[in-house]
Structure formats: structure tokens, C-alpha cells
């Protein structure tokens, strides 16, 4: 009985097996390599929001494919269009939207604004000033070095315009 070939057939087999396995272990290694790492990701994220305007402000982070966009948008429409943006980038698992809107401008009702636009100009004689929808408008004469403290207290009421119609003396 001559045992030989198929001893020779098992190690023969053996020997594709083994090289079956190195095979899919060397192919999973080279698949895994391909997705692109996160300094990757963040170039291209990087390279997008330097050709749009409205993300000039945004700043991103990313880990593991996870993408953190924080900063301020201006609106709920840019918001969305940054998120949108980054997720087709190649690589980004998901996005976390940190993003912030501005806080809404208040615009003081116009006899909340006469009390106190009043009240203020009482530090400067020779001002006054009317308000209708919202518009302060001053009128009279002010020294050149009374005008900015003067513009700063009537604008921190918040108003929603000031017309300087002054006469520097």
C-alpha cells in the first residue's frame, strides 16, 4: 500500500488552506488601510468650509469619523447647510451639530425707548430726540468729545436705528 500521494494530496491542501487564510488576512488589512483616517477627513472638511462664506466662523474636530462642528450660524438654514456639507465628506461617520444662532435682537417698544432715551440725554444739554417705530433720531448740538459716549448710551438702549442729525460744536 503506497501511502505517498496522499500524503502528498493533504499536504498539498494544507498548504492552500494556509495560503487561502494569509491571503484574506493580507486582503481585510489592505481594506481596513483604505477608509481614510481622521487627519484626512479634517483636511477635506478644511478644504470645504474655506470655499463657503457662511462657515468662515465654524470650527470642526474629528474622532474616529465623528464629526463636532461648533461655532455661530446665522440662521437655522446655515446650520443646516454646514451639517449637510460635512457629511459628504468621504469617511465621516456621523456629525455632531454644536453649532449656536444669535440670540434674537430685541427692539424696545417706542415709549420704553422716549423714558430712557430721555433719561440719557439728560447728561447732555443742548440734545434731543424723537422716536417713532423704533428710530431715535437726534437732533441739536454736542461736543466732538460728548458724540461717542453719547451714540454708545442711545444705542445700548436698542433701538432699532439711530439717525445722528447732531451738530458737532
Given at each position: 500500500c503506497n501511502l505517498e500521494p496522499v500524503n502528498y494530496k493533504i499536504k498539498t491542501m494544507k498548504t492552500i488552506q494556509i495560503k487561502t487564510i494569509l491571503l484574506l488576512f493580507v486582503a481585510s488589512l489592505t481594506l481596513v488601510s483604505c477608509k481614510p483616517s481622521d487627519a484626512d477627513i479634517q483636511k477635506a472638511i478644511t478644504e470645504k468650509m474655506s470655499s463657503m462664506p457662511d462657515m468662515s466662523g465654524m470650527t470642526t474636530s474629528v474622532t474616529d469619523g465623528v464629526v463636532t462642528i461648533s461655532g455661530e450660524c446665522k440662521d437655522e438654514a446655515c446650520k443646516a447647510s454646514c451639517e449637510k456639507l460635512i457629511k459628504e465628506v468621504k469617511g465621516v461617520k456621523s456629525v455632531i451639530n454644536n453649532c449656536t444662532l444669535p440670540a434674537?435682537?430685541?427692539?424696545?417698544?417706542?415709549?420704553?425707548?422716549?423714558?430712557?432715551?430721555?433719561?440719557?440725554?439728560?447728561?447732555?444739554?443742548?440734545v434731543t430726540a424723537s422716536v417713532a417705530d423704533g428710530v431715535v433720531t437726534l437732533t441739536g448740538e454736542v461736543s466732538k468729545s460728548n458724540l461717542m459716549p453719547l451714540m454708545q448710551s442711545v444705542q445700548e438702549l436698542q433701538p432699532k436705528k439711530v439717525v445722528n442729525n447732531l451738530k458737532i460744536k
Open positions: 434674537p435682537v430685541v427692539i424696545n417698544p417706542d415709549d420704553t425707548l422716549t423714558t430712557t432715551v430721555n433719561a440719557a440725554l439728560s447728561n447732555y444739554p443742548g
